[in-house]
């Protein structure tokens, strides 16, 4: 055998246990390497299987809005065509009423006003009182304010309408 100097020959199982060390952590890294690899490729599936998740949130979420606005035009367009259908049907009523208002009007400017009622072969009655006692009560609203309730009655009634069939055009939107 070869003679080995005492530093040496202690220094010995310091290297060889060093070298086992070494071997070992080599290996012991090389399969940390191998594991990181592993890890690093699920990190990466995670990643895109989040992206692919927030593609598809946003492509549904695009198709929620685009729904919604179209729902809101479509209930836009109903609301449009009642208001439209009361506010003509109003008017109509309300020329109709004020029509009929003229009518009267001229009719009752056309009659003479005859003191005695004397019809066709009747006679006439005898002339009234100089002056009553007391202002005698009407019956009646005057013309113009019979008119004024008329237009505020009618004006009720479309409002009525109105929002009825707004409750309904709602109902049938589900909201």
Do not use: C
Not at 23 to 36: M, T
Not at 44 to 68: C, G, I, P, Q, S
Not at 95 to 110: H, N, V
């Amino acid at each position: 055998m070869i003679p080995l100097p005492s530093a040496l020959r202690a220094a010995l199982p310091i290297g060889a246990a060093l070298l086992l060390i070494g071997a070992y952590a080599y290996g012991r890294s090389d399969g940390r390497r191998l594991a990181e690899g592993h890890a690093i490729a699920a990190i990466e599936r995670v990643k895109a299987a989040a992206l692919a998740t927030a593609d598809a949130v946003r492509t549904k979420t695009a198709a929620a809005h685009a729904a919604d606005r179209a729902r809101a035009r479509a209930a836009e367009q109903r609301a449009a065509a009642i208001n439209q259908e009361v506010s003509n049907d109003y008017q109509a009523r309300l020329a109709d009423a004020r029509a009929r208002y003229d009518r009267l009007l001229a009719d009752a400017a056309a009659r003479p006003a005859a003191s005695g009622g004397a019809g066709a072969g009747l006679p006439g009655l005898p002339g009234a009182a100089g002056r009553p006692d007391a202002a005698a009560g009407q019956d009646r609203f005057p013309p113009a304010d019979a008119l004024t309730a008329t237009e505020q009655a009618l004006q009720l009634d479309a409002l009525i309408r109105w929002v009825e069939a707004q409750i309904a055009a709602a109902k049938a939107d589900g909201r």
